[in-house]
């Protein structure tokens, strides 16, 4: 599963790092990133879901590959 943020829709609110922080990592201003190219472990899955689910800018985007 891959997941990525929208850098033009994000509007630093956290809350994708708030519920799944070993996903999304936040830069000084609080716009969200996800390291690497976007892979994220079987554990992951559920909270980055959940993140995708509950962003208010829905910046954030999961995807299987």
């Known amino acids: 599963m891959k997941v990525r943020v ?3 829709k994000c ?10 922080p070993r996903v999304f990592e936040l830069d000084e201003w609080g716009y969200a990133a996800v390291p690497g190219q976007g892979d994220i472990a079987a554990k992951d899955e559920e909270s980055a879901r ?9 910046a954030v985007v999961v995807h299987q590959e």
């Open 11 to 20: 509007q630093a609110y956290g809350i994708c790092n708030e519920i799944a």
């Open 50 to 58: 959940r993140a995708e689910n509950s962003c208010p800018a829905h």
């Open 6 to 8: 929208d850098a033009s």
